[in-house]
């Protein structure tokens, strides 16, 4: 049998571990399932005589060897910043490695190596950055094989909560790491470029820039502009384009309340805060505005922000009950972003039933035989629960189909690369359809720029 190690068995990799298994008869496979906890790794393979759980700290670096060893290809699921040793390890012992991660410039400086042992170092491969690359890059290379010239790439992606199970004021639950989700946005201004001008949105001025777009059959979202949408010009043969802009999802009204928080500074991860274990909700909102011996904390919020009461912000916050000077948030040394997200996860977490959604959209537009024209394509997914949510399965199919086609020598160029070639993106997009993420396209009419972007 062909034996997959698995590490990190966190809320990514429901789905990934349910595909493998159902492929493991099929494709003899055996996983080994490492995590610091085995908890949710017994769960999820519920008995199956095709895998077993391990405790496997990454930092041991004895133990992450002789696993390694083992393997005859590696899935790193776990955060970005802890993939390097797991590769380097990779190479020493000459095995392929899968991770669902943006390549990081160390990882990139593993391609010869790579190379040389003739090994598939897969990155990208989840849903943004995953699905959205091989999406993008089948319409794109089908224009260019057509003989159009593109003048327009515009992609937008997000985890958001289902309709039924959209409960509270926000419209939003999280369906991934919530830290990610505090700290979004930040590390540097958003850009873009539109009809050949560059644009430039710092961090403190992003949740007011968001722009509307409308998704076919699913109606009107909001979209706040990623970090770099530039980085992929060259990355998917578009030097020289002029629009480009990549954008993250959410419901509409998300962004204007989210603003509060960042001008407040809550969302800052870069210090921490005295006597943090001993605070309260109310002790917590009170650190970020004046001092006033007479005035309540929500007077001070609500004219510092100039919030009035019957405004839906000010009830956004109530709900969050931010004001509770009994609630503590218990975290020791801690960020104001680490108490953000405490006490956001009391409110946004999944219920064991709650669904999420995934929507992607993608706008192409370019020109051909001197006219132009513009593709929009899209898809939605719902999740099924708590576990198997619609973020675990697109993040973690991909994973597992790359990871399969790529011990069956389906995949075989070797390096450190992102699904843009046909040979990976074909096989991997034909078989997403079969578990129902299918992209929808149509012909819209052709503006070469979008009058939603502020």
């Given at each position: 049998m062909k034996s997959i190690l698995i590490i990190g068995a966190g809320k990514s990799s429901s789905a990934l571990?349910?595909?493998?298994?159902?492929?493991?008869?099929?494709?003899?496979?055996?996983?080994?399932?490492?995590?610091?906890?085995?908890?949710?790794?017994?769960?999820?393979?519920?008995?199956?005589?095709?895998?077993?759980?391990?405790?496997?700290?990454?930092?041991?670096?004895?133990?992450?060897?002789?696993?390694?060893?083992?393997?005859?290809?590696?899935?790193?699921?776990?955060?970005?910043?802890?993939?390097?040793?797991?590769?380097?390890?990779?190479?020493?012992?000459?095995?392929?490695?899968?991770?669902?991660?943006?390549?990081?410039?160390?990882?990139?400086?593993?391609?010869?190596?790579?190379?040389?042992?003739?090994?598939?170092?897969?990155?990208?491969?989840?849903?943004?950055?995953?699905?959205?690359?091989?999406?993008?890059?089948?319409?794109?290379?089908?224009?260019?094989?057509?003989?159009?010239?593109?003048?327009?790439?515009?992609?937008?992606?997000?985890?958001?909560?289902?309709?039924?199970?959209?409960?509270?004021?926000?419209?939003?639950?999280?369906?991934?790491?919530?830290?990610?989700?505090?700290?979004?946005?930040?590390?540097?201004?958003?850009?873009?470029?539109?009809?050949?001008?560059?644009?430039?949105?710092?961090?403190?001025?992003?949740?007011?820039?968001?722009?509307?777009?409308?998704?076919?059959?699913?109606?009107?979202?909001?979209?706040?502009?990623n970090r770099d949408s530039l980085k992929y010009r060259t990355v998917y043969g578009l030097e020289g384009i002029p629009t480009m802009y990549r954008g993250t999802i959410r419901k509409v009204g998300f962004s204007r309340a989210w603003n509060i928080f960042v001008q407040l500074g809550m969302t800052d991860d870069s210090y921490t805060i005295e006597e943090s274990e001993n605070m309260s909700y109310r002790d917590f909102v009170n650190l970020f505005l004046a001092y006033s011996p007479s005035d309540s904390v929500e007077l001070k919020l609500r004219s510092y922000l100039q919030i009035d009461q019957d405004d839906v912000m000010w009830e956004k916050l109530i709900e969050l009950d931010i004001f509770n000077p009994d609630k503590k948030i218990g975290l020791k040394n801690a960020t104001p972003a680490q108490m953000l997200q405490s006490i956001l996860e009391k409110s946004w977490t999944l219920a064991e039933d709650d669904k999420d959604m995934i929507v992607m959209q993608h706008l192409f537009g370019y020109e051909l035989e001197g006219k132009k024209y513009q593709i929009e394509s899209s898809f939605v997914v719902l999740g099924e629960n708590q576990t198997y949510t619609a973020m675990s399965k697109t993040v973690g199919l991909p994973v597992g189909i790359a990871a399969i086609k790529i011990l069956k020598g389906e995949i075989k160029t070797p390096g450190v690369q992102i699904p843009i070639s046909k040979e990976v993106y074909e096989p991997i997009l034909k078989e997403l359809e079969e578990h129902g993420i299918i992209f929808s396209e149509r012909k819209v009419p052709y503006l070469g720029y979008n009058p939603n972007h502020v």
């Open positions: 571990i349910k595909y493998l298994l159902d492929k493991s008869n099929q494709e003899s496979l055996f996983l080994t399932i490492g995590d610091i906890s085995t908890d949710n790794a017994k769960k999820l393979i519920n008995n199956h005589k095709n895998a077993k759980a391990i405790v496997l700290d990454v930092f041991n670096k004895e133990q992450r060897e002789e696993e390694i060893v083992k393997a005859d290809i590696v899935i790193s699921m776990l955060p970005a910043r802890f993939h390097l040793d797991v590769a380097k390890d990779c190479i020493t012992f000459g095995k392929h490695m899968v991770t669902a991660s943006y390549i990081s410039d160390e990882m990139k400086a593993l391609d010869p190596l790579a190379k040389e042992k003739g090994l598939v170092f897969m990155n990208e491969i989840g849903l943004d950055p995953g699905i959205d690359h091989m999406s993008a890059m089948q319409v794109i290379d089908n224009i260019k094989d057509a003989g159009g010239k593109m003048l327009l790439f515009e992609s937008f992606c997000g985890g958001i909560v289902a309709p039924e199970s959209d409960n509270n004021l926000w419209n939003y639950k999280f369906t991934w790491n919530p830290r990610n989700v505090v700290l979004a946005g930040q590390g540097g201004a958003a850009m873009f470029i539109q009809e050949g001008t560059y644009k430039y949105i710092p961090y403190s001025k992003l949740f007011r820039r968001s722009e509307f777009i409308t998704v076919h059959g699913n109606g009107k979202f909001e979209a706040i502009a």
